[in-house]
């Protein structure tokens, strides 16, 4: 079976600094990888998906994450946090084949502080 | 921007109730989904449907859960006789292809369901 683990269910930045959010799956075959966010009142929305191909991704909002398969790591990164990134943020994972369902991870509350 | 809309954004229901949680999802999208996150849990799938009928559905949803399209926009969750346990934010997402799992899925604000 699918899981996801995300380190640390809030991370801190001064603004200016680097983000870094870690993820890490465990899939029996080859997953595709996903970043979603959610700001305040609004539904989750995708920053950045990995599914084949180049293993750094970049996404919406400055945003990238590498997929690292030798460590079963999706971990996002973003080179200087803004105020308007505080959020939470989830990753997520699906299998390859068939319509399978996200399986999610609990999340990662960002807080920005100027 | 097209997105999934839900209503209401939050109900409150007295435990033994039936709710009825409604989605509009994108129009051209093919792929329906429910999750739902129970407070300081992750999200969780619950079912997805595809061409009028379930495609997949894991344990949580149980006969008290029924998903319908009634007409060609709205997606409803019916949850029969709520349970204390289902209080939870609800989330209904969707996705354009039929090859889902590689599309994206396009989530709504959500709907939080209290039970009391």
């Known amino acids: 079976a699918q899981s996801v683990t995300q380190l640390g269910s809030h991370v801190s930045v001064s603004e200016g600094a680097l983000v870094l959010l870690r993820c890490n799956y465990s899939?029996?075959?080859?997953?595709?990888l996903f970043w979603y966010v959610q700001y305040p009142n609004q539904g989750l929305q995708l920053l950045l998906k990995y599914t084949t191909g180049a293993t750094l991704v970049k996404g919406i909002n400055g945003f990238e994450a590498e997929f690292k398969k030798s460590e079963t790591s999706f971990h996002l990164t973003k080179p200087s946090a803004h105020m308007s990134d505080a959020a939470e943020y989830f990753c997520a994972v699906s299998e390859v084949s068939g319509n399978t369902p996200l399986v999610f991870g609990k999340g990662t509350r960002l807080s920005v502080i100027a | 921007e097209p997105e999934v809309t839900q209503t209401p954004s939050h109900q409150v229901t007295q435990m033994g109730q039936e709710v009825i949680l409604r989605c509009v999802p994108i129009?051209?999208?093919?792929?329906f989904y429910w999750y739902r996150q129970i407070l300081g849990q992750k999200v969780e799938f619950l079912v997805s449907?595809?061409?009028?009928?379930?495609?997949?559905k894991s344990e949580i949803f149980d006969d008290q859960f029924s998903v319908e399209r009634p007409d060609g926009s709205n997606f409803t969750l019916k949850i029969r006789s709520t349970k204390l346990e289902d209080s939870a934010m609800y989330f209904c997402?969707?996705?354009?292809?039929?090859?889902?799992?590689?599309?994206?899925?396009?989530f709504g604000p959500g709907t939080r369901l209290t039970v009391l």
């Open positions: 899939s029996s075959v080859p997953p595709y």
């Open positions: 449907f595809y061409n009028n009928e379930i495609s997949e």
């Open positions: 129009s051209n999208h093919l792929y």
């Open positions: 997402a969707s996705s354009e292809s039929w090859r889902g799992n590689t599309d994206t899925q396009y």
